[in-house]
């Protein structure tokens, strides 16, 4: 029989609710757990934002260098005196009907390892089609192409990287340009082959003179760069009676005067009060 005074002390027994052990430990993961998917949401959107901006800044250069590849050729075709030598040229690679700002090759190859074909990037502008047009194709109408046997049909006219477009410049540019020429629609004398004959019928209502058809071509510069950037400027170009060339750009004028040619209207002459311009009967402007 055990003595009561000696006996030892019982075992407390554990509380109901269990061990609290490594709670601490558990919070402490989940903590760090929720702080890296904080961590990583904010590289993620870092990352997102530098594609965003980089993204941005390859457009805004393809703007610049395409309006860069129009006005590099704009001098050139200024000292080409027939323009018929442009249009006419069966291949358009020989001395007097191109730039003077020509690659080594059709198929370059870009700052990123892409490859580009111009002459497949010729046929998909002329007929929609990375394979040899047909007359028939160039003549389709297909929307973009409204002008059937006047459909221009461009040719390449200049192409390089943008780093080789000024000698006398440093550029540093990843981008490629190219650009084309052709005659433009305006005209009726279903010929696209040569730069000359009437005006539509419109036009020439709207003051236009019927025989001023001559002397009006088209330009379209694509600029090709890193991660796809790529970015298209069309515009005319005319001859004037001076030394300059008038150009009018689709994308700025609005398609009802695509392929229009230039006009200038005097605003004021000098020494003399000032002009304006009144809207005639027929829709057209008459300087007073």
Known sequence: ??????????TPSPRAGGS?????????LLAMLLMTALGMALVLV??????????????????YVADAGIERVMQDVLSIPEWNAILTSPDNIRAGVT????????????????????????NMINCNKTSSCSDADMDANDGERQWSKNNPRFRLFA???????????TINSPF?????????GAENDDNPNEDGGPVSAAWA?????????????????????????????????ARTDSTELERGYTGQRGQ????????????????????????SSNGGLVSQ
């Open 205 to 237: 209502a709207d003051g236009m003179d019927k025989n001023s058809g001559s002397g009006v071509l088209t330009l379209r510069a694509e600029a090709f760069g890193p991660g796809g950037a790529h970015r298209v400027i069309e515009a005319t170009i």
């Open 99 to 122: 730039s003077g700002f020509i690659d080594g090759t059709v198929t370059p190859t870009l700052a990123d390892g892409r490859t580009i074909n111009l002459t497949s990037a010729t």
């Open 256 to 279: 009802d005067e695509q392929n229009r040619r230039a006009r200038k209207a005097s605003v004021q002459n000098p020494g003399t009060s000032l002009g304006r311009s009144t809207m």
């Open 176 to 184: 490629y340009i190219a650009v084309w020429i052709a005659d433009d």
């Open 46 to 63: 870092s990352e997102t934002e530098s594609m965003i901006g980089a993204n941005y800044r390859d457009s805004v250069e393809a703007s």
């Open 1 to 10: 029989m055990t003595d009561p005074c000696c006996s030892s002390p019982s």
């Open 159 to 169: 192409w390089g990287p943008v780093n080789d477009l000024n000698p006398t410049a």
């Open 20 to 28: 609290e052990r490594g709670v601490a430990l558990v919070i402490a």
